[in-house]
Protein backbone atom coordinates (compact mmCIF):
# COMPACT_ATOMS: atom_id res chain seq x y z
CA UNK A 1 0.00 0.00 0.00
CA UNK A 2 0.77 3.19 -1.09
CA UNK A 3 0.21 6.77 0.71
CA UNK A 4 -0.69 9.84 -0.73
CA UNK A 5 -1.29 13.43 0.52
CA UNK A 6 -1.71 16.17 -2.03
CA UNK A 7 -0.99 19.71 -1.34
CA UNK A 8 -0.99 23.28 -3.45
CA UNK A 9 -4.44 23.15 -4.69
CA UNK A 10 -6.54 26.48 -4.75
CA UNK A 11 -8.34 29.39 -7.32
CA UNK A 12 -6.23 31.24 -9.56
CA UNK A 13 -7.15 33.59 -12.72
CA UNK A 14 -7.08 32.52 -15.96
CA UNK A 15 -3.60 32.73 -17.89
CA UNK A 16 -1.98 32.04 -14.12
CA UNK A 17 0.21 29.38 -12.74
CA UNK A 18 0.22 26.74 -9.81
CA UNK A 19 2.07 24.55 -8.32
CA UNK A 20 1.03 20.85 -7.06
CA UNK A 21 2.98 18.84 -4.71
CA UNK A 22 1.95 14.82 -3.55
CA UNK A 23 4.54 12.98 -0.87
CA UNK A 24 3.96 9.06 -1.19
CA UNK A 25 5.21 7.16 2.04
CA UNK A 26 4.29 2.96 3.05
CA UNK A 27 5.23 0.66 -0.10
CA UNK A 28 7.13 3.18 -1.39
CA UNK A 29 10.38 0.80 -3.35
CA UNK A 30 7.33 -1.52 -5.34
CA UNK A 31 6.25 2.05 -7.24
CA UNK A 32 7.79 2.81 -10.40
CA UNK A 33 5.42 5.27 -11.94
CA UNK A 34 3.91 8.29 -10.17
CA UNK A 35 1.10 11.16 -11.66
CA UNK A 36 -1.30 13.28 -11.81
CA UNK A 37 -5.21 12.73 -13.12
CA UNK A 38 -7.99 15.24 -12.91
CA UNK A 39 -11.73 14.56 -13.01
CA UNK A 40 -13.92 17.52 -13.68
CA UNK A 41 -18.04 17.59 -13.12
CA UNK A 42 -19.93 15.91 -15.30
CA UNK A 43 -16.40 14.18 -16.54
CA UNK A 44 -14.71 10.82 -16.07
CA UNK A 45 -11.40 10.53 -14.03
CA UNK A 46 -8.43 11.54 -16.72
CA UNK A 47 -4.83 11.10 -16.84
CA UNK A 48 -2.64 14.65 -16.64
CA UNK A 49 0.48 13.30 -16.38
CA UNK A 50 2.96 10.49 -15.42
CA UNK A 51 6.71 9.98 -14.82
CA UNK A 52 7.94 6.47 -14.16
CA UNK A 53 11.10 5.69 -11.89
CA UNK A 54 13.72 5.65 -14.60
CA UNK A 55 12.34 9.39 -16.07
CA UNK A 56 10.16 8.96 -18.93
CA UNK A 57 7.06 11.07 -18.90
CA UNK A 58 3.70 11.17 -20.56
CA UNK A 59 0.85 14.41 -20.99
CA UNK A 60 -2.21 14.07 -21.61
CA UNK A 61 -2.51 16.58 -25.74
CA UNK A 62 -4.59 19.35 -23.47
CA UNK A 63 -2.32 19.90 -21.57
CA UNK A 64 1.11 19.51 -23.12
CA UNK A 65 3.36 22.44 -23.21
CA UNK A 66 1.67 23.74 -20.39
CA UNK A 67 2.44 21.66 -17.66
CA UNK A 68 5.72 20.05 -16.22
CA UNK A 69 5.88 17.16 -14.14
CA UNK A 70 8.87 16.69 -11.74
CA UNK A 71 9.90 13.77 -9.46
CA UNK A 72 12.30 13.70 -6.52
CA UNK A 73 12.39 9.99 -6.64
CA UNK A 74 14.73 11.18 -2.87
CA UNK A 75 12.32 11.83 -1.21
CA UNK A 76 9.50 10.21 -3.05
CA UNK A 77 7.71 13.73 -4.01
CA UNK A 78 5.60 14.48 -7.58
CA UNK A 79 5.29 17.99 -8.53
CA UNK A 80 2.52 19.33 -10.87
CA UNK A 81 4.05 23.11 -12.64
CA UNK A 82 0.57 24.06 -14.41
CA UNK A 83 1.59 27.06 -16.11
CA UNK A 84 -0.98 29.55 -18.46
CA UNK A 85 -4.30 27.66 -17.00
CA UNK A 86 -7.52 27.61 -18.52
CA UNK A 87 -10.66 27.42 -17.03
CA UNK A 88 -10.94 24.34 -18.82
CA UNK A 89 -8.23 23.11 -16.34
CA UNK A 90 -10.76 23.41 -13.82
CA UNK A 91 -11.39 20.07 -11.61
CA UNK A 92 -10.56 18.13 -8.41
CA UNK A 93 -6.46 16.83 -9.54
CA UNK A 94 -5.84 13.38 -7.47
CA UNK A 95 -2.14 12.06 -6.91
CA UNK A 96 -1.79 8.83 -8.49
CA UNK A 97 1.19 5.56 -7.74
CA UNK A 98 1.48 2.35 -9.59
CA UNK A 99 2.53 -0.61 -8.75
CA UNK A 100 3.35 -3.74 -10.57
CA UNK A 101 0.10 -5.09 -8.62
CA UNK A 102 -2.45 -2.09 -8.18
CA UNK A 103 -2.86 1.37 -8.12
CA UNK A 104 -3.17 4.21 -5.00
CA UNK A 105 -4.48 7.71 -5.10
CA UNK A 106 -4.70 10.63 -3.23
CA UNK A 107 -7.75 12.66 -1.96
CA UNK A 108 -7.55 14.52 -4.08
CA UNK A 109 -6.89 18.78 -4.51
CA UNK A 110 -9.56 21.23 -5.98
CA UNK A 111 -8.01 23.42 -8.42
CA UNK A 112 -10.50 26.32 -10.24
CA UNK A 113 -9.47 28.44 -12.89
CA UNK A 114 -11.92 31.83 -12.88
CA UNK A 115 -11.99 35.50 -13.36
Known amino acids: QVQLVESGGGLVQPGGSLRLSCAASGSIGSMYSMGWYRQAPGNERELVAT???????NYADSVKGRFTIFRDNAKYTVSLQMASLKPEDTAVYYC?????????WGRGTQVTVSS
Open 96 to 104: NARTYLFTS
Open 51 to 57: MTNGGNT
